[in-house]
């Protein structure tokens, strides 16, 4: 009965290698050893009986092995084989059974960006999105300036963000300061991989998602580990990130994740104009003397995993602050010197998750409360020249407004959310998803108080939107052919006050609208995979649109109708041993889209239904890898936007607009990458990284293309820029070092006419996994 027992054996690669410091637990008798330089191992000391042992390995996929101990055969020795894990950005189908291999394999056409190959790379988030096909991003220049995300044509409001299935806005400051600042609140390094979904919207993402959506999943490794960052690149910018775990043999788990992220954004610009001694303007190069952006989040979290009774609960705190300084205007026309945003988070999230919840029922479940604090600082009467000197003083408004700002906004938001998905038989699932947030801002400002004689901002703000969605997925032909129907319902209240004649005057406004979608995909054989989908789209307004913002001159407009979407996406992949290829075409029909009819404040300015778009486009990659240690990846996207609008819809006098394409659109884009990895480099299992990465985006008109003469148009000019880097990773992938350098010619760059980018910029990083298991 005490007969003691001993499990030993070899921890190898595929290629039969030993790996030395592979971590090995074995949960009965909670104990953990370490291989040796042979990749071997010995737990002594042991009970008979079934022992679980879990072998993890930095860079490989953790094991689990069963280990049957007998009294005939007290000693068994194990030799275990892990596999590594890919380090390749792959949007085409792969095999296995993995998270990311099922959404590629949906009837939905997505792109999938595994984040962890680019977790040695200085890229922000917003540029590793800019490298799938059917996406642009476009933003007004460094680190946190603002940005807007373009799939297959529909850009802005009407591409939805998320964050492990949870509105993006619901989380951070998106409807606050834009898309730009908060994606550099989310480094590339928290996040597991990108799932941007283009045309048909899955259920579970419960919003009103027009022109598609982007969900980042963040990671959730089962295992101890210690992993952290820190990179230094050109114009004082630097990223740091922290990301811990700790489970215990019971299931218990603790996390801590962190960030911080500043830069001056000091780089150069050119052609910029200053009024010289004699009065007269110059053109000069200058500095950036007022974009500084820094910001910071630190998250914890606990629960349990693999109980009977959840497969995960994590109960999460966090906290993010966010400082931004306004250099210029958006046409980058006037230079500014003391305007600036500061913005404040607060999360606390209660997640839970269930396989089999009951019989067949699967359950994911979330409720969050979040606060966002912002302040908007524009109260100085100083008139700044691009080289930061004060030239003059207004007698009256700041830099941005007409009435100066010391603003300070408060916003509460209570968010549930919950996803059933029901297994009726191996052919069927039902699927449920249901999003609902209850919103609340007030404010105050009182420099904006003295001007218009009372405190507007105390009015208070209420949003409460209920979204759920039924959807029901089937498998037809011993599962070759796949068809996905989906009905979606969003409801929303909303209530907020206009300013009449010095007055605050409540607003209110219900609506109701629908969506569906229909989408299939066929496995033709084992290397091609066929998809087609349509969805009837609809995107109710938001806050700002529907009531205003009057710390942006922007009046309530309560009569907005919802835009609306016809999205047809037809496609496919193939894919062999060496090489693989997809291409889809798509076609969007937009109606009502609702677009800023901006004019010079004090006026407010007003968001109205003016347009009708049709979209025609076509999207490829090909990807090659010839040998183990070089890969190549190409995309490409091709889309014609062209107006739709009768004159009398559009606001015009005439139909000379009808069928024009629109104008500050790109048009025609994509990107390259070659990698080669060397390895056994200067040591067994180490590994040496090249790549050369470019973006191209061919020229296209700023204003309407058939007005004025062509040599007066205003145009953006063709980008090609081109970016390099080298990477060193050590045997046990314990340590890599990576320098890069982007814009390597140092070309202007540009996404908005007069708005430069950064030129050439370099980059130090170094990541280390201090301890896993």
Do not use: C
């Not at 007998?70 to 892990?82: A, F, G, N, S, Y």
């Not at 524009?378 to 007698?395: H, K, M, S």
């Not at 190409?634 to 015009?652: A, I, P």
């Not at 790109?666 to 180490?686: A, C, H, S, W």
């Amino acid at each position: 009965m005490s007969q003691q027992a001993t499990i030993s054996g070899v921890v190898i690669n595929s290629k039969g290698e030993p790996l030395s410091g592979a971590h090995i637990y074995e949960s009965k008798a909670n104990r953990s050893v370490v291989t040796d330089i042979s990749g071997g191992f010995e737990l002594d000391n042991l009970s008979l009986g079934q022992h679980d042992l879990t072998i993890s390995y930095i860079g490989y996929y953790t094991k689990q092995e069963k280990i049957l101990l007998k009294k005939e055969q007290p000693k068994v020795k194990q030799t275990i084989v892990l596999t590594q894990q890919s380090d390749e950005l792959d949007e085409v189908t792969l095999k296995g059974t993995s998270e990311a291999t099922k959404i590629k394999n949906s009837t939905t056409t997505v792109s999938v960006i595994k984040a962890q190959a680019f977790h040695t790379r200085s890229i922000t988030t917003s540029d590793l999105l800019a490298t799938a096909s059917g996406v642009q991003v476009r933003q007004s220049g460094g680190v946190g300036n603002s940005a807007e995300i373009s799939i297959q044509g529909l850009s802005g409001r009407q591409v939805k963000l998320f964050v492990d299935g949870i509105p993006m806005d619901f989380l951070l400051p998106v409807e606050e300061l834009g898309v730009g600042p908060s994606l550099a609140m989310l480094p590339v390094n928290l996040i597991k991989r990108m799932e941007i979904y283009k045309g048909a919207v899955p259920v579970s993402m419960g919003v009103d998602a027009l022109g598609g959506a982007i969900n980042m999943v963040t990671r959730k490794e089962k295992y101890d580990f210690v992993e952290a960052s820190a990179g230094y690149s050109s114009f004082n910018t630097w990223r740091t990130t922290i990301n811990a775990r700790k489970i215990l043999a019971s299931g218990f788990t603790a996390g801590l994740t962190g960030f911080y992220t500043s830069s001056d954004n000091n780089y150069r610009l050119h052609d910029v104009n200053v009024i010289n001694e004699l009065g007269n303007p110059e053109s000069i190069s200058a500095k950036k003397f007022h974009d500084r952006f820094r910001s910071y989040m630190i998250k914890a979290d606990i629960g349990m995993i693999d109980q009977s009774w959840a497969d995960r609960i994590l109960l999460s705190f966090s906290y993010a602050d966010l400082y931004d300084e306004i250099q210029h205007n958006f046409e980058m026309r006037q230079p500014y010197g003391e305007a600036l945003n500061r913005v404040s988070t607060y999360n606390n999230a209660l997640q839970y998750e269930k396989k089999d919840l009951v019989k067949n029922l699967d359950a994911n479940l979330y409720v969050g409360y979040n606060r966002i604090i912002t302040n908007f600082d524009d109260a100085t009467l100083n008139i700044y020249n691009w080289r930061g000197e004060i030239v003059g003083q207004r007698t009256s408004g700041g830099e941005i407004t007409a009435s100066q700002n010391k603003l300070k906004l408060t916003g509460d938001n209570i968010t549930g959310r919950i996803n059933l998905q029901y297994n009726a038989n191996p052919a069927t699932k039902l699927i449920f998803n249901g999003v609902t947030s209850f919103f609340k801002r007030s404010g105050e400002d009182p420099v904006a108080a003295d001007f218009y004689g009372e405190d507007h901002f105390k009015n208070p703000v209420s949003i409460n939107k209920i979204t759920s969605g039924i959807g029901i997925e089937r498998d037809f032909f011993n599962k070759r052919v796949t068809s996905n129907s989906a009905v979606k319902v969003y409801h929303y209240t909303a209530k907020g006050f206009e300013i009449g004649d010095n007055e605050a005057q409540i607003v209110e406004q219900q609506k109701t609208e629908y969506g569906a979608s229909q989408s299939f995909s066929w496995k033709m054989n084992t290397n091609f995979l066929a998809k087609l989908s349509y969805e009837y789209a609809t995107r109710l307004p938001d806050r700002i649109e529907m009531l205003g913002d009057f710390s942006a001159a922007v009046a309530a407009n309560p009569n907005l109708r919802p835009e609306r979407s016809h999205n047809i996406n037809l496609g496919g992949t193939y894919k062999k041993k060496i090489w693989s290829a997809e291409a889809y075409g798509f076609f969007r029909e937009v109606e009502d889209i609702i677009i800023l009819q901006a004019v010079p404040p004090p006026v407010l300015s007003t968001y109205q239904n003016l347009l009708k778009t049709r979209i025609l486009g076509v999207e490829s990659e090909i990807k090659i890898t010839p040998t183990p240690w070089i890969s190549l990846v190409l995309n490409g996207t091709f889309q014609d936007l062209r107006n739709r609008s009768k004159k009398e819809n559009s606001g015009v006098s005439n139909d000379r607009y009808f069928g024009a394409r629109l104008p500050n659109k790109p048009y025609l884009f994509g990107n390259g990458e070659v990698q080669i990895t060397q390895r056994n480099l200067m040591d067994k299992e180490d590994r040496l990284q090249f790549w050369w990465s470019t973006r191209y985006v061919k020229d296209f008109f700023r204003y309407w293309e058939i007005d004025g003469r062509k040599e007066d148009k205003l145009v953006i000019p063709t980008q090609w820029l081109h970016n390099l880097g080298i990477a060193y990773t050590d045997k046990q992938n314990r340590y890599t070092i990576t320098l890069e350098t982007n814009n390597i010619f140092n070309r202007q760059a540009y996404d908005n006419f007069g708005v430069q980018k950064p030129g050439r910029s370099w980059h130090f990083k170094l990541k280390t996994s201090l301890f896993k298991s």
